[in-house]
């Protein structure tokens, strides 16, 4: 049976996407495989998707001659850029077009999804969100590491890494004495400063880690250390973001399920 077969059988009718409504929907990692069929049909429907960097040349193609309007972040002024992204989505959505706002992985993880959500109920637009996988969970499936596995841990932490050194830091030393994985999104330019909070945190300098560079595209590469060495592994292998750091006994799930 060929996916089109598949796809006429299912029995599944999306919701209307109307005129005048913004969808807010995750895109997954980048593999337009990890699509969901919402999503699918949602980028079939829109007038006009706007969208951020993280989501994949390969899913793009799906909007066809569809109006792209491109929503990516400026480094220096992100407060501004959003309010200038909500802006946007709400003048779209007042002219009458179906607005698909297409945001990588899962719109609610890490993503401003919900600063965009509120935006939207504050200026009376309706709205809807359309989950994706996210990242943290789809991205280490994809390098053969399981979030989860009996046995290492009963848990999984998901920790932002931007506001490492500031203020507004996580208490990564509380995070080390779970003694929970830890999967870092937007980690990556601090994680010289987050590899050794979590080890005077208490966590083993031995700990397998790993980085996930472009995790489920074509350009994606892994590298597999320990807590101690990844910041410098990662920076000899020239790692650059948009990348996941993993850390945790689940990392070392990797070699056998690979087989390697
Ligand atoms: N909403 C997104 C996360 C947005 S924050 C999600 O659910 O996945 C941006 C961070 O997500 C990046 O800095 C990186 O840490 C991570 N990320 C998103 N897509 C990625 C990918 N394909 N490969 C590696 N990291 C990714």
Known sequence: MSLADAIARLDHRPKDFLPGHVWLAGAGPGDPGCLTLDVLSALAEADCVVYDALVSEAVLRIAGTTELHFAGKRGGKPSTDQEDITKRLI??????????????GDPYVFGRGGEEALALVRAKIPFRVLPGLTSGFAGLAGVNIPVTMRGINKAVVLATGHAAGTDEDLDWAALAKTGQPIVVYMGLKNLPLIAPALVAGGLAATTPAAVIEHATTPRERVVVATLGTLADEAAKAGIAAPALIVIGGIVSMRAELAGR
């Open 91 to 104: 003048g779209f959505a007042r002219e009458g077009k179906r607005v698909l706002r297409l945001k990588g």
